[in-house]
């Protein structure tokens, strides 16, 4: 998965890099057919204190492609539960696929016993 790192208002250091790394390999790993991922990190300056960092991501992937952002006090925590919505997108999304596919045999199975009888 090729990632493409923006920042605003934000030095990108070498931890913070490691961690959306990291945390991308993890979804990269549920869903292999990803091409890009688009991470923007943003600081907002005239916000209290509550909710400052914010995090979006958005993977590119065949059909419509999937999309998070959160906002958090801790830029840590902000990346966290972006990825954490992500995953669900994936899982639902996958769930969905499959699902598709087994409705189809056994709605041949129930117009078959109807057919039959």
């Known amino acids: 998965m090729n ?4 920042t605003h208002n934000i030095t990108l250091t070498d931890a913070i890099e490691k961690r959306i790394r990291a945390k991308l390999q993890k979804l ?9 991922a688009r991470v923007t990190l943003e600081r907002d300056h005239t916000r209290t204190p509550a ?3 914010k995090c979006s991501v958005r993977i ?3 059909g419509p492609d999937l999309f998070a952002e ?7 925590a902000a990346i966290d539960k972006v990825v954490k ?13 499959l699902a598709k596919k087994q409705r189809l045999p056994a709605r041949g ?7 039959g009888l």
């Open 3 to 6: 990632i493409i790192l923006s």
């Open 28 to 36: 990269e790993h549920l869903d292999q057919h990803a091409i890009d």
């Open 51 to 53: 909710k400052q960092f």
């Open 60 to 62: 590119g992937v065949r």
């Open 70 to 76: 959160d906002s958090e006090t801790d830029l840590y």
């Open 85 to 97: 919505k992500l995953e669900q997108q994936i899982r639902k999304r996958r769930n969905k696929r």
């Open 109 to 115: 199975k129930i117009l078959a016993k109807e057919s």
